[in-house]
């Protein structure tokens, strides 16, 4: 597989050096050069998971891992089920949380660790990555334990549920945590900030393991052939993402490009509207990040904007397939309540989803939301909102009563970079 950088496109690379590397030159993205179009979608449809992604993850690498070890990576990072519950007439979610830190961040983060350490042979490797609260558990359990690999995850302290926080802060080992006084978005400054110092990113043998990773947006198109696979009727069919830093609706919309049957997406998102603004006025203006109930997507400067952009500009997708809309606080928990008269129990993001869907949804069509978390995850706010009690499954359980291991940094680079120099640069 063959990649280019989108902001210094004479840069061009193979998918284990863009896996290993993360971010090309100048912060760019990596995106694929040649994406193809299969022409035995049913075929692939009619297989099983694991077997299917394996298929289609060959497909897109090429040699670069043999066929047999790619099929084992994929069954080692995917051994968990996506299904997809109809909660209304030809409505349904596609619950992506049933990995082991309950969020679809793991679908990328497994597949991703699993990548890296068969691409890396040996070599020391420090990931680096921001997180608003869903990447950090996926990535500290995809990684922990792995040889030769330490991680070390920034995020916005207090900003994040506590539960949340736990599911990553606990682990110890090559897990390093550091809660930074100021936002996502600013974490995710620093992150870039030490990628672009060339002494750090040599020093330390950087890594980047966010929705930037082109190994995680790859696995990320699996599941939205799981989704279709388990739908009877295949036509008319809209997606409705919810959306931080949109690498999920990115997969979504390569998988579209593959052939995959899917008429239109909604990119829907909170109170940070930077996208639903730019589609309808042209023009981009991130506003500063407000807090809302669906955290993981308080992300006002979104970093796989990019290569959206790029599949609409390279004519892989007409601009019309992309709607979009932002849901506010009170129509976030009107929609959960909706979903709970449905008998169905959701957290805030997939109910930004759903309201979403619900709102560009046309007779004939038939729509899917993304259920990206468990209900547990974000379970004060879910009480709170439906005014039912939620119980804990076992892993949240288990991690609630141990201590977090974070460090405590400002919002600032120089002391960033010495803390990370003596936590991994021995
Ligand atoms: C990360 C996350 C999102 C946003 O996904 P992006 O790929 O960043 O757009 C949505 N919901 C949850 C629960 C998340 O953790």
């Known amino acids: 597989m063959e990649l280019f950088n989108l902001k210094e496109t004479t840069e061009r690379v193979s998918f284990s050096q863009a896996v290993k590397q993360g971010l090309g030159k100048n ?4 995106f694929p050069a040649e994406l193809p179009t ?3 979608i049913d075929a692939l449809l009619a297989m099983p998971l694991a077997e299917r992604s394996s298929e289609i993850l060959h497909r897109l690498i ?3 891992i043999p066929k047999a070890r790619l099929a084992e990576l994929v069954t080692n990072a995917f051994n968990f089920p996506a299904p997809l519950a109809e909660v209304e007439d030809n409505v349904y979610c596609l619950e992506l949380f049933h990995g082991p830190t309950l969020a679809f961040k793991d679908f990328g983060g497994r597949f991703m660790a699993q990548c890296l350490s068969e691409l890396a042979k040996g070599e020391k490797i420090t990931i680096l990555t921001a997180t608003s609260g869903d990447t950090g558990a996926a990535v500290a359990h995809a990684f922990y334990g792995l040889d030769d690999i330490q991680v070390v995850i920034l995020y916005p302290k207090g900003k994040i549920s506590l539960l949340q926080e736990k ?11 550091i809660a930074i006084e100021g936002d996502f978005d600013q974490c995710q400054q620093l992150v870039k900030t030490t990628f672009d110092d060339e002494q750090a990113r040599t020093g330390l043998h950087l890594n980047s393991a966010n929705s930037i990773n082109i190994s995680r947006l790859l696995a990320q198109i699996c599941y939205y052939f799981e989704a279709v696979a388990q739908l009877q009727n295949r036509e008319n069919l809209v997606v409705s993402v919810p959306s931080g830093n949109f ?3 990115t997969a979504g919309m390569f998988a579209k490009v593959l052939g995959l049957p899917i008429q239109g997406f ?3 998102t909170n109170l940070n509207d930077t996208v639903p603004r730019y589609l309808r006025s042209g023009q981009w203006q991130p506003k500063p990040t407000v807090a809302t109930l669906s955290n993981a997507m308080d992300v006002s400067q979104p970093n796989n904007w990019p290569r959206i952009e790029a599949l609409f500009e390279q004519g892989y997708l007409d601009r019309g397939i992309l709607q979009s809309d932002a849901i506010d606080e009170e129509y976030t928990q009107v929609a959960m309540r909706q979903l709970a008269q449905l008998g169905y129990v959701s957290e805030p993001h ?8 619900k709102r560009h949804l046309e007779p004939g069509q038939t729509g899917i939301f993304l259920g990206t978390a468990h209900p547990a995850k974000f379970r004060d706010t879910v009480e709170n909102v439906l005014g039912q009690p939620i119980s804990l499954p076992q892993e949240l359980a288990e991690c609630a009563g141990k201590e ?3 460090l405590t940094l400002a919002n600032d680079y120089q002391q960033l970079k010495a803390t990370l120099f003596e936590l991994v640069g021995k």
């Open 247 to 249: 690498g999920n609706l």
């Open 350 to 357: 997939a109910a930004v989803a759903y309201k979403a869907l």
């Open 38 to 40: 299969f022409d035995d």
């Open 167 to 177: 599911l990553f802060t606990t682990l110890g080992g090559n897990i390093h945590t």
């Open 266 to 268: 909604v990119a829907s």
């Open 404 to 406: 977090g291991l974070s």
């Open 27 to 30: 912060q760019g993205l990596f």
């Open 62 to 64: 090429g040699d670069e």
